[in-house]
């Protein structure tokens, strides 16, 4: 039987319907960048997840190929996940879909490593006839986070949201996280942020842009970094 991370690690993929806090260990990911409304009828967030799947069922079915990987077991491609943030501000605004930033992430089985995944591009891009070079090799550590499982319209996230933050009051946590900067990026950043509008960082279970955060947010990000 094909091995499913849906149903190997429930604790990730069927949280429950109430704040808890989880650990999530560094993971590797296709990724595609982006921004705009996910939405729109072809636009760049539909369009990358055409290449997210397109590297992803390639890696999946290379066992059939005359490509092999060590280490390869059948698997079931796990789902597509995503990092949403609006720059210059915490939190989101739902009205505002065009100004939505984004990384969509797909997650990879452990034996794949930078050099599988570039021939998967390389070999999706044969295949499918679609251009593939957004695609990225991503590493992320999440470490501690809150979760919950929302139900309902995207519109509606923000109530779900408002119970995680509370839960975090309720219960004296901070949570804070990097998710693709590294500790140097942050410093530098301080130095000369107009160099770094694209670095984001996790605080509180929504992403921002790092330079828009007050000091006081950035001081406690730095002093909890513990990647790079």
């Known amino acids: 039987m094909a091995f499913d991370f849906k149903k190997e690690f429930k604790e990730f993929y069927m949280p429950k319907d109430r704040p808890e806090i989880v650990e999530v260990p560094s993971t590797n990911y ?120 929302h139900l309902g319209p995207f519109d509606e996230e923000p109530k779900t949201v408002a119970l995680m933050e509370e839960y975090l009051e309720k219960h004296g946590a901070i949570y804070v996280q990097t998710t693709v900067a590294n500790r140097d990026d942050m410093l530098k950043a301080e130095k000369t942020p107009e160099k770094y509008k694209d670095l984001v960082v996790r605080v509180t279970g929504f992403s921002a842009q790092y330079i828009s955060l007050d000091p006081v947010t950035r001081k406690e990000i730095l002093s909890r970094s513990y990647w790079g």
């Open 30 to 149: 296709i990724a595609v960048r982006g921004e705009g409304d996910p939405n729109a009828e072809g636009g760049a967030y539909q369009r990358a997840i055409s290449i997210l799947y397109a590297v992803a069922y390639t890696l999946k079915m290379s066992y059939k190929s005359d490509y092999k990987i060590e280490g390869f077991f059948e698997y079931v491609v796990p789902p597509l996940e995503g990092f949403w943030w609006q720059g210059g501000t915490a939190g989101a605004g739902y009205g505002r879909k065009e100004d939505f930033h984004w990384i969509s992430v797909i997650r990879l089985p452990d034996f794949v490593t930078r050099e599988h995944f570039g021939w998967a591009v390389q070999t999706a891009e044969k295949k499918k006839r679609i251009d593939c070079s957004s695609a990225e090799f991503l590493t992320i550590h999440e470490g501690l986070c809150v979760q919950i499982m």
